[in-house]
């Protein structure tokens, strides 16, 4: 049994060391653990290390300084003329409506004696029937002669009468009546009175021959024609309506506050404003010239506007036939452009470098961006005129800045130009942004 026993405990001992791994080499991997990540870390410190001292190095640099692009114009300081815009309608200065004063039949008439035809101051128009008004004449004639023939005689009776009186009566005293009717006073008053009627007659119906004759009252161009060839027409029959061709006038509606710009002449002969008339469309304008010359006394029923009267010489071109200019057209609607009161030193800029409606933008000599307010004395569609706030040689901003900061960096893009050069190349007749 001992020896039995004994061989059974061997047995158990080597089976309990094959499934048990002893103390060494639990301590072997607990060290194995904790020392591989320890190295992973380690080699990873010192790659990042080498690569941080070996790669390259962004070195420092200073901060860029921002600046705007921005297109300039100088200020000059000048005198200019201040130009009102607006608009008008072109009417007749001279229309009558023409109209017969005899009746009779028409057998002539003038070659232009059409609707737009041209007539000179003076020319025949058109021929009434004059035989009746010749025969009248010669019959008024008769008259006279009779007339005549019967004064002479009186005259002769009064001769004879008067030798009568002084044989008959003496130096006997009268009553003035008697000696007037012995003296035969009341005849020789009425064959004076006879001759004065017939002689009066004659001139009647020597007129009535002469207005057979329908002559142009002034040059003219015929608008509308009421009567042809063999027409009858009576006393007061409207023939034509006539409109004068030598001036036309403009009636131009403007601002009751811009009056005082204008010069307007209280009587013939004072000083006017000179007046530029554009005509056409915007594609193909042409102007003429004119002057203003009268002030209507009421306003505009609708717009409560001033009306003025602008006069244009020749509108139709016929005194200088070899000029292109197209003729002005009764009821045609222009743009006027009137020359008001000259002002001294002040600066001509573009309306659109007006912002605010009251500020510009400078660029002051430190490239830096001044936002200032300005004292301005008229404005229209394309200029601004400026009096106080400005100097003379400085810079003016003329093209947008997308956020304006008052004192921020800006960097002329382009040689500065002249402002009054830039300013009349805007005053053309063409449509411009507004602002």
């Known amino acids: 049994m001992n020896d039995d026993g004994h061989m ?6 080597k089976e309990t060391s094959r499934h048990h791994p002893t103390t060494y080499t639990r301590w072997f991997r607990i060290v194995l653990k904790a020392v591989v990540p320890l190295l992973i870390l380690g080699v990873g410190i010192a790659g990042a290390s080498y690569i941080s001292n070996t790669g390259p190095k962004a070195g420092k640099r200073q901060p860029v300084k921002t600046e705007t692009l921005v297109q300039v114009e100088i200020l000059h300081q000048s005198s200019e003329r201040v130009v009102v815009p607006a608009m008008g309608t072109v009417t007749a200065a001279r229309v009558i409506a023409l109209k ?10 003038h070659p232009e004696f059409i609707e737009g035809g041209f007539l000179k101051q003076g020319a025949h128009i058109l021929q009434i029937d004059p035989e009746d008004y010749k025969l009248a004449v010669k019959e008024k004639q008769s008259q006279v002669t009779n007339a005549i023939y019967e004064l002479k005689l009186e005259m002769g009776h009064q001769e004879v009468a008067q030798r009568e009186w002084e044989l008959l009566n003496g130096q006997n005293p009268t009553s003035a009546q008697d000696g007037e009717l012995a003296l035969r006073k009341p005849h020789l008053e009425k064959a004076q009175a006879n001759l004065a009627a017939a002689e009066a007659e004659l001139a009647q119906a020597e007129l009535d021959l002469k207005r057979t004759v329908i ?53 013939t002969g004072d000083t006017d404003s000179k007046v530029r008339i554009i005509c056409g469309n915007d594609s193909e304008p042409y102007e003429r010239t004119g002057t203003v010359f009268k002030l209507l006394s009421d306003l505009e029923t609708e717009g409560r ?17 070899k000029t292109k200019r197209l003729p002005l057209l009764i009821g045609q609607y222009v743009r006027v452009e009137i020359q008001g009161r000259k002002l001294k030193n002040v600066f001509r800029i573009p309306r659109t470098a007006l912002r605010d409606n009251q500020k510009v933008w400078i660029r002051g000599d430190d490239g830096k961006l001044d936002i200032r307010e300005v004292d301005i004395v008229w404005r229209d569609t394309h200029t601004v005129l400026v009096k106080d706030g400005l100097k003379d040689g400085e810079a003016l901003i003329v093209s947008d800045l997308a956020i304006p900061v008052d004192g921020m ?27």
């Not at 059974?8 to 001992?13: A, W």
């Open 409 to 435: 960096n800006v960097r002329i893009a382009q040689p500065s130009g002249d402002v009054s050069k830039s300013v009349t190349e805007q005053s053309q007749p063409e449509k411009l942004s507004k602002r």
């Open 100 to 109: 017969a004063c005899v009746s009779g039949e028409i057998i002539a008439l």
């Open 215 to 267: 002559h142009a009252p002034f040059n003219a161009i015929v608008r509308t024609k009421n009567v042809d060839l063999g027409s009858h027409v009576s006393v007061n029959d409207q023939l034509a309506d006539l409109v004068g061709t030598d001036e036309y006038w403009i009636k131009v509606s403007i601002p009751v506050d811009r009056l005082k710009w204008i010069s307007i002449p209280r009587m």
């Open 305 to 321: 506007m001033a009306r003025v009267l602008v006069s244009v010489k020749d509108p139709l071109g016929l005194k200088t036939p």
């Open 8 to 13: 059974k405990t061997v047995s158990v001992e």
